[in-house]
Nanobody, 126 residues
Framework: QVHLVESGGGSVLAGGSLRLSCAASGYTYTLDYMTWFRQAPGKGREAVAGIYTRAGSTYYADSVKGRFTISQDNAKNTLYLEMNSLKPEDTAMYYC???????????????????WGQGTQVTVSS
């Protein structure tokens, strides 16, 4: 079992920055992918940035490339999302998710994830 807790959300002006954290506990050594998703009101859950924990390979949605950076601190069992140059369209609830290896899987499919945090709200105003 794995437990995920996000923090770091808040309200910022467009162009500002935020750093989200996701503290993981439990059998974290069994996880292969950890990903940040977001969901805006009335929209589906969107993969923002993911990391293959074994090798540190990272993946980004086109909408955030060059602005967001995902990273992990294995010693602290913590996943981060550094968000810069924030835009109003980045406003959403942000979720941390984790999953085991899936044959033929793809990092951005929410249905493949086994564990989810409770979410942290990010609001960007113009």
């Amino acid at each position: 079992q794995v437990h995920l807790v996000e923090s770091g959300g808040g309200s910022v002006l467009a162009g500002g920055s935020l750093r989200l954290s996701c503290a993981a506990s439990g059998y974290t050594y069994t996880l292969d992918y950890m990903t940040w998703f977001r969901q805006a009101p009335g929209k589906g859950r969107e993969a923002v940035a993911g990391i293959y924990t074994r090798a540190g390979s990272t993946y980004y949605a086109d909408s955030v490339k060059g602005r967001f950076t995902i990273s992990q601190d294995n010693a602290k069992n913590t996943l981060y999302l550094e968000m810069n140059s924030l835009k109003p369209e980045d406003t959403a609830m942000y979720y941390c998710a984790a999953r085991y290896w899936v044959s033929g899987g793809f990092w951005s499919r929410p249905e493949e994830y086994n564990y989810w945090g409770q979410g942290t709200q990010v609001t960007v105003s113009s």
